[in-house]
């Protein structure tokens, strides 16, 4: 097979060769902001149904249905509303809406304008993460150009229709990067999350109707808007169709953001998009979907196909993207020990099973620090783990207590040495 | 009228609002449902993630506090998956909580002992350290808060936030490190509320703080006599005496609450400097005196009667009952107003807990309690035999009332009849007798809405009469 990774086939990375992209004017001379102009012709109810139809899937890690989320969010015009971005990648393992972000920042403005005409949202925020200064930055710069431009502000296109958007750098907390934590974030409170029902579309931002949408989903719509529905759905598969950014990071030779139709291979991202294994060094587990997701051996790492059923199927997710590739000299125990070390620091220590749980999981795991480990903690970690699933407000719970029981179906016996050896002191 | 619904829990048919709030029906319905965050006073948390339900055609389990009734709803939390779910998440309560329920103030009435008995697992798995927060923080208004003992079911920080609004309270850092944190000193009025409310021992009060034990302690459920809101509470108390108040739920009049200083009522009751029995003042030394005697040395004297507002409805009735036909003068002596008229929330500045009950006995059997009969009657006080005083129970101002005192001291003889403490001013008087206090009586008061609220006599406190009609005794002379 010839390497078939490239920029220039799909969508959303199909600018990113140009060089200065990110400045406005090279962005509209290579046909961006074309989408806009032409959807502020249409009927809002008319592009919504576009991106119901495309079947876009979230790209922050859940993989609702964009166009169905859409459906659920208040008609009313004229009544007080939001639009979301969420920014705030924090997964271990996913870097796909920075590296979309900094080279194209347009795209996702263009994006944002669309889903707010549709949605007819007054306001909207790029909730970005706070580590991400230099995309805060970009972004920032690309927003004042759209100003400039009249594409954003007030009476857009002459269509009397306002749209302000803003940047809001979160402060680093991995929480705000659920929906409803994000908007504690926004509203100035601790980044939380809130309890659902009542969910952000009905209920979010301030109190009123918000529309949370990932950087991939809302930077996919003009690509949607141009090449209709029907055509986005080439790609992919029934359930999961059009392309999408994974974030390769770990043991081969060419990590990075690929943009692939879902469904295509692991083998093939690995074997050809990243130019194999990191010194021809054998596949040890790959974890498809960023630190939460479970873990899969070599085995699984090859037959899986990369879209949301497949990796589903198979006993993990494919979550937000994020695949990280550990060749055969990683000790899974160290693996564990860092995401448990992870989840218990992010916490937010609201709900009981997992304020507690997360940091327990990390004891247990590191009783070998303190010589008190032994051969059993692996099924009291499994058990523990278990009893926090379905628990919480939010997902973190379970996103700490999924890769600890996917680790431990699949290296049980290597976890079990890892506890029972002294670690270093 | 708001519209029923009806549902199963457990497979028990209830009834609630429809609409209102599924953890609360149960409850209502004596159905027990462990929770911690859950508080009807206050907003819905969801984070003690313990009153989990599954409802029949709902994948997942919830928390039932974050629910609504609805008509037909099929709820269960006495399914294997809930109730192991239940175990596992009360672990987790207990992780990091330190084992010190010995010397803890909460002991007996702890929500983490009660579920533990219900819902432990009895086998311990934890032998990692503990973290560790600050003890015995003394975080004002008669609060300590011992940060390891809290279990972060932020009642406490939504009571100042909701209730209070005065956001004293707030949570710090994330995860098992987070903490209670005092932004500043407590300094609202309501503050004796957060350790009522604080399901386990974080936040006691420095008030009962190692007094008792709650075990060896009775309830007695009556009416707050600390101003004229009449708040319902219960007066914890053994033969040791009164121990602490605490709010009762009272749709109402008080709701959840209570302030401060209607804690502080029961001081008195049980005092050791509270008067026992009958006194005579002989040269300035007061000496036990024959109550029947004192009455015989007072017969056939022109009596004058100062009330205070603090007799029941009972009482006043009895007085005039037993004052009909002599000449007896009686005037009322009101408590002045103290504070804003209404802060808001239950205190209110008329600090005066029976005045609508004073002044319907006055008026009903003709005489007049306004301040100026008041004055009159002080005017021409040189002119009396006897001048009976009632004590007010409570003395917000001591200085105004003994401006009275001052006045009285003209007279012939002068008689105090208090319930409280023995205020050094009445040592001008001739005689000192006890009265029943307001735990030590049964009868009604009319409080701001003119609604009566019920005063209980609680155990007995050492040789004072709960007789009612004990101030009519002393008329007849």
């Not at chain 2, 609630?16 to 319905?29: F, I, M, R, V």
């Amino acid at each position: 097979m010839k390497d078939v990774a490239n920029y220039k086939d799909y969508a959303l990375l199909s600018y990113h060769h140009i060089p200065g992209v990110h400045n406005l004017e090279i962005f509209e001379r290579a046909g961006g902001y074309e989408m806009m102009k032409a959807c502020f012709l249409k009927d809002p109810e008319a592009i919504k149904e576009e991106v119901k139809n495309s079947g876009l899937r979230g790209r922050g890690g859940a993989g609702f249905p964009t166009g169905v989320k859409w459906g659920f969010f208040s008609k009313d015009r004229n009544a007080k509303k939001y639009l979301l971005c969420n920014a705030d990648e924090s997964e271990p393992g996913t870097f796909k809406d920075r590296y979309l972000m900094e080279k194209n920042p347009h795209i996702l403005i263009e994006g944002m304008i669309i889903s707010a005409w549709a949605l007819g949202t007054q306001k909207g925020y790029i909730y970005i993460r706070g580590e991400f200064y230099q995309q805060a930055v970009i972004l920032e710069r690309a927003l004042k150009e759209a100003y400039a431009k009249g594409y954003l502000g007030k009476n857009i296109m002459g269509k009397g229709f306002d749209f302000d958007l803003y940047v809001h750098r979160g402060a680093g907390a991995y929480i705000c990067g659920e929906e409803t934590g994000m908007i504690s974030s926004l509203e100035g409170k601790k980044g939380q999350p809130k309890l659902k029902p009542p969910f952000p579309a009905i209920k979010g931002y301030r109190g009123l109707p918000t529309m949370v949408n990932n950087v991939e989903s809302l930077a996919a719509v003009p690509w949607i808007m141009r090449m209709g529905a029907a055509a986005y759905k080439q790609w992919g598969t029934e359930k999961s169709p059009g392309t999408k950014l994974f974030s390769i990071s770990g043991d081969v030779n060419k990590p990075g953001v690929i943009e692939v139709p879902l469904s295509t291979t692991l083998k093939e991202i690995i074997e050809i998009h990243c130019g194999g294994m990191r010194n021809g060094n054998a596949l040890k587990a790959v974890i498809p979907g960023g630190s939460s997701a479970p873990v899969f051996n070599a085995e699984d790492s090859y037959s899986v196909k990369m879209d949301y059923e497949d990796v589903a199927a198979k006993g993990s997710m494919l979550g937000s993207g994020a695949i990280i590739v550990l060749d055969e000299t990683r000790n899974m125990g160290d693996v564990l020990k860092w995401t448990l070390e992870f989840y218990h620091h992010e916490s937010c220590g609201q709900c009981t099973p997992c304020r507690e749980g997360t940091g327990w999981l990390e004891s247990v795991f590191k009783r070998r620090d303190t010589g008190k480990s032994q051969k059993s903690d692996i099924a009291l970690l499994d058990k523990t783990a278990a009893s926090m699933r379905g628990q919480t407000i939010c997902a973190l719970a379970d996103a700490a207590a999924m890769p600890t029981q996917g680790m431990i179906k699949v290296f049980r016996e290597e976890l079990e040495q890892y506890v029972t050896t002294t670690g270093k002191k | 009228m708001t519209e029923k619904v009806n549902l199963t829990w457990n497979g028990k048919a209830i009834q609630a609002e429809k609409g209102s709030n599924l953890l609360k029906a149960a409850l209502d319905n004596g159905i027990e449902v462990a929770h911690y965050c859950y508080h009807a006073g206050l907003s819905v948390a969801g984070v003690c993630r313990m009153c989990m339900v599954e409802q029949d055609g709902v994948p997942r389990p919830f928390p039932s506090c974050n629910a609504t009734c609805g008509e037909g709803m099929v709820v269960r939390n006495d399914t294997p998956k809930i109730k192991s779910a239940v175990e596992t998440t009360l672990q987790f309560h207990l992780l990091n909580h330190p084992l010190d329920c010995p010397v803890c103030d909460q002991a007996g009435e702890c929500g983490l002992q009660d579920y533990y008995m219900k819902h432990g697992v009895y086998d311990s798995q934890m032998i990692d350290k503990k973290v560790h927060k600050e003890k015995v923080q003394d975080i004002g208004k008669n609060v300590m808060l011992d940060a390891e003992r809290c279990i972060l079911c932020s009642r406490c920080t939504r009571f100042t936030e909701e209730v209070t609004k005065t956001n004293e309270l707030g949570i710090l850092n994330r995860g098992d490190h987070a903490e209670i944190t005092v932004n500043e000193q407590l300094k609202n009025d309501y503050a004796q509320n957060l350790v009522d409310i604080c399901p386990v021992g974080a936040l006691t009060s420095k008030d009962f703080r190692f007094k008792q034990r709650v075990w060896f302690l009775e309830e007695v459920q009556t009416t707050c006599i600390g101003c004229e809101t009449g708040c319902a509470v219960k007066v914890s108390e053994n033969k040791n005496g009164a121990f602490r108040v605490k709010p009762i739920y009272d749709h109402d009049v008080n709701g959840h609450w209570m302030c401060d200083d209607g804690r502080n009522i029961y001081k008195h009751v049980s005092s050791p400097t509270r008067l026992a029995s009958a006194t005579e003042n002989i040269n300035g030394l007061f000496v036990p005196a024959d109550e029947l005697a004192i009455q015989a040395t007072l017969k056939g004297k022109k009596a004058k009667y100062i009330l205070s507002t603090g007799l029941t409805v009972g009482e006043y009735a009895n007085f005039f009952k037993a004052i009909k036909g002599s000449k007896a003068e009686v005037a009322l002596y009101t408590l002045p107003n103290l504070g804003v008229e209404f802060d808001g929330l239950l205190k209110r500045g008329d600090k005066n807990p029976n005045l609508r009950g004073a002044k319907a006995a006055f008026e009903a059997a003709g005489f007049d309690h306004t301040q100026a009969a008041l004055d009159k009657m002080l005017g021409s006080i040189a002119s009396s035999d006897a001048v009976f005083v009632v004590v007010p129970e409570i003395l917000y101002n001591e200085d105004h009332f003994n401006t009275l005192i001052k006045k009285v001291e003209k007279a012939g003889t002068r008689i105090a009849l208090t319930p409280g403490e023995t205020l050094g001013t009445l040592r001008s008087f001739n005689y000192l007798l006890p009265v029943p206090s307001f735990l030590e009586k049964n009868g009604e008061i009319l409080n701001y809405q003119g609604a009566a609220r019920t005063l209980r006599a609680g155990l007995s406190y050492g040789e004072t009469s709960k007789d009612v009609s004990y101030y009519g005794k002393w008329v007849n002379v």
